[in-house]
């Protein structure tokens, strides 16, 4: 801190940004989990809105809290780890 100003060189090396592979993969299973997801999700708002007052709140609930994370989750056995 001795009061003189900082300056950056002008001939910094800009690092290169790499991809890493993290082992997701988008199988039928996750899409099969997702649309299945979805359908749970309409039933209950379709439910909802004919005033069930049981029925709509488990399925929306289910929907949202499992069924969706769910297929972002799931993986195929095949299917490593990410390394």
Do not use: C, H
Not at 12 to 30: C, I, P, V
Not at 43 to 66: Q, W
């Amino acid at each position: 801190m001795n009061g003189k100003p900082v300056v950056k060189a002008r001939n910094q090396r800009k690092l290169a940004t790499t991809e890493s592979d993290l082992g997701f993969k988008w199988g039928m299973g996750n899409s099969l989990v997702l649309a299945f997801g979805f359908v749970v999700l309409v039933a209950g708002y379709v439910s909802l809105s004919k005033g069930s007052i049981t029925l709509a709140p488990v399925l929306l609930v289910f929907g949202y809290v499992v069924l969706i994370p769910a297929s972002l989750l799931i993986r195929s056995p095949g299917q490593s780890s990410g390394e």
